[in-house]
């Protein structure tokens, strides 16, 4: 399906307010029109700024705006993964004035025709949402798994010295290990990663629902999208390569446009360990907090049942802020029809 400026999609339903929608694949060009539209987006936690140009040159990957009257007042993403099997929804937003009147909706259903007509082997669409499932959601969507979401902020400077009175008491490992037998956590080449992930099912027990959930992304365990995470700046960490509990990934921070020197640092942790979640945690911001300056957004995604620990030890422990109560990562699918 060829897609320019001025395409129409006569066999899709138009709603009076969408009378004169038009869709169009999002350029290098339309970057300032996109982030006027996104203003405040996502808690100031927007990451498109940073993908934006690589999102554009990813050839598994469509992204379309909607216009209306010439303006951008929507954008969505949609990217194949699963080898082939799932079109994974992302980036979704419209701008203020048009929220609420259907747009979204749209949009959507224009992504999956066009997804669906270059790859006619897709069954499902996925996406990953933080707000609260209602009675239409559960009618429309299946329930692949919940993470919980911790979201802490503070001082990178502030951090690095509290991390150095942790060290200076006896390390990071002993200073939350309950087991002084417990290794140091491991650090994972691209090597382990392929012969942990795939080779063997021994993150079946650890991913919830053997899904690898990275930054919002949820992948299932096939080499190809592997082969998709390696390609990003990601730290891949677990408790034990012969017989893992706990495991995470953490990319690598970036800046986000809550202000001047705000950095944001995800952090997915799959594992019902404590004490090995902690460790995890905690060389994960030594490791990627001690060239930073300014303020850090960190936001851990977790089992439900550590969130309240890991607050904890975040807020007593550590002296950081947390920045609102639990809310939940929810991954969901449908059927593409």
């Known amino acids: 399906m060829k897609i320019d400026t001025n395409l129409t999609i006569p066999q899709l339903p138009e709603a009076p307010s969408q009378a004169g929608l038009q869709f169009a694949v999002a350029t290098e060009e339309d970057f300032d029109e996109i982030m ?13 700024p940073t993908r934006y140009t690589s999102w554009l040159q990813e ?6 705006l909607a216009r209306k009257e010439g303006k951008v007042i929507a954008l969505e993403s949609a990217c194949v993964i699963d080898e082939g099997d799932t079109m994974l929804v992302e980036g979704l937003r419209v701008a203020p004035q048009e929220r609420g009147k259907g747009v979204a909706g749209v949009l959507l259903r224009f992504c999956s025709e066009l997804v669906k007509s270059k790859y006619p082997d897709v069954k499902v669409t996925r996406l990953t949402r933080d707000d609260q499932l209602g009675p239409k959601d559960f009618e429309k969507y299946r329930i692949i798994t919940k993470q919980g979401i911790l979201l802490v902020r503070f001082r990178a400077e502030e951090l690095k010295l509290r991390l150095g009175e942790i060290i200076l008491s006896g390390g990071v490992h002993s200073s939350v290990s309950a087991h002084q037998s417990d290794p140091p956590p491991v650090r994972l080449d691209q090597t382990s990663i392929h012969q942990l992930y795939l080779t063997t099912d021994l993150m ?3 991913l919830p629902n053997a899904t690898i959930i ?3 992304q949820p992948f299932k365990l096939l080499p190809s ?3 998709i995470l390696l390609k990003k700046d990601i730290d891949w960490m677990v408790d034990d390569v012969s017989s893992p509990t706990v495991a995470s990934l953490c990319t690598f921070p970036f800046k986000v446009p809550i202000g001047e020197d705000w950095y944001y640092l995800n952090i997915d942790m799959f594992g019902k360990d404590l004490n090995l979640a902690r460790q995890q945690f905690l060389c994960h911001l030594q490791r990627h907090t001690t060239n930073l300056k300014g303020h850090v957004m960190c936001q851990i995604f ?3 049942g550590l969130w309240k620990p890991m607050a904890d030890f975040c807020q007593n422990t550590l002296n950081v802020e947390l920045v609102k109560e639990y809310t939940e990562q929810c991954v ?5 029809v």
Do not use: K
């Open 204 to 206: 079946h027990g650890v």
């Open 214 to 216: 990275q930054d919002w």
């Open 36 to 48: 006027a539209m996104s203003q405040d987006i996502y808690g100031g936690l927007d990451y498109l």
């Open 302 to 304: 977790l089992e439900p």
């Open 332 to 336: 969901v699918e449908s059927d593409l």
């Open 59 to 64: 050839t598994n990957r469509t992204v379309i």
């Open 225 to 227: 999208n592997i082969a």
